[in-house]
């Protein structure tokens, strides 16, 4: 069969959801269509390129070798698409991970980007950790998100570039009734003996459990060992209110009911938040967002370190290689 002299962009779309999630029904779920629209679809494709793209049974699906040499043809003209339609003002929503709804830097970044940009369309996700949002960047499902960037894998950074926005300084939340809690600060020296939750067990999180353990190292401070992955605000609280550990968080962390939430102090740990995307990413609305990250760092002294700020040497020789 001749190749076709046109392939709906939508199409190739529809191909890459699936060769990624290898799962129809997550597939549409994740393009918000019906199951059988995208099964119509990838079977016109076939059609068209005279090929048989996945195997298929009853109780998986697979790339054929056919689909397998597609992939990259096929996530080259789609990136090639979006290039095009960015520099003629026509671009497709950018899509911007805040990690968790309620943080500070990450929304203030975003807010100030729509007020630079109001042509376009930022959309806001929430993937809950760098880890988690660098796989959905360097697939191509994500535009940028917010982090800890030397936390990150090296094989996920090869893929990403990032900007430094903010030291953010560490706070830790406690019950209502814990004894450090009447203090309006907390000396790190006074957590030795506490077992502290950061993240532990939640593989979209590694880059914040790795940052606590490094503060914690020599204090005499424990990491909590992991505790069962909750999705959503309830269940978080249900489940740190069981296990009553305090938690390692920055001094953004939205309000939770029955805790107290304290800065910490000598030293002054800080949480190093990059603004991080995909490699050869083009957008107009990217270029407005790292307008606002870097017009709030300089207004509000994000990038400014205290004297007695601590964070590990590898983060402050990566913020420090890109200012």
């Known amino acids: 069969m001749p190749a076709p002299a046109h392939l709906d962009p939508r199409l190739l779309r529809g191909f890459l959801a699936v060769a990624e999630e290898l799962h129809f029904t997550r597939a549409a779920a994740r393009l918000y269509i019906a199951q059988q629209a995208l099964s119509r679809d990838v079977r016109r494709l076939e059609r068209e390129l005279g090929a048989e793209l996945f195997v298929r049974t009853t109780r998986q699906v697979t790339l054929s070798a056919d689909g397998e040499r597609l992939v990259p043809y ?14 003629f003002g026509q671009a497709r929503p950018l899509l911007v991970d805040l990690n968790s709804p309620g943080l500070v830097t990450g929304r203030t970044v975003l807010h100030r980007a729509r007020a630079l940009a109001p042509d376009q369309e930022l959309m806001a996700r929430y993937e809950s950790g760098l880890t988690g949002a660098a796989g959905e960047m360097v697939a191509g499902r994500l535009d940028v998100s917010f982090g800890r960037f030397a936390g990150l894998d090296p094989a996920l950074r090869a893929g990403l570039d990032h900007q430094p926005v903010r030291y953010e300084p560490m706070a830790i939340l406690l019950p209502e009734d814990h004894p450090l809690a009447e203090s309006p600060r907390v000396p790190l020296a006074a957590l030795a003996g506490e077992t502290v939750y950061a993240g532990a067990g939640n593989p979209r999180t590694p880059e914040w459990t790795d940052l606590g353990r490094r503060l914690f190292e020599g204090r005499g401070i424990a990491l909590a060992a992991p505790a069962p992955l909750a999705v959503g605000d309830e269940e978080f609280q249900r489940i740190m209110a069981k296990t009553r550990n305090p938690i390692l968080v920055v001094v953004g962390f939205p309000a939770m009911p029955s805790t ?12 190093p ?11 107009p609305g990217f270029e407005a967002l790292r307008r606002a990250a870097a017009q709030l760092s300089a207004e509000e002294g994000w990038l400014r370190r205290p004297l007695d700020g601590w964070i590990p040497a590898i983060d402050s020789a990566t913020m420090r290689a890109h200012n």
Do not use: F
């Open 74 to 87: 096929a996530r080259r003209a789609l990136q090639a698409q979006d290039d095009l339609l960015a520099a």
């Open 260 to 271: 107290v939430l304290r800065p910490l102090v000598d030293p002054v740990p800080l949480s």
């Open 273 to 283: 938040v990059s603004l991080v995307w995909r490699k050869g990413l083009v957008h």
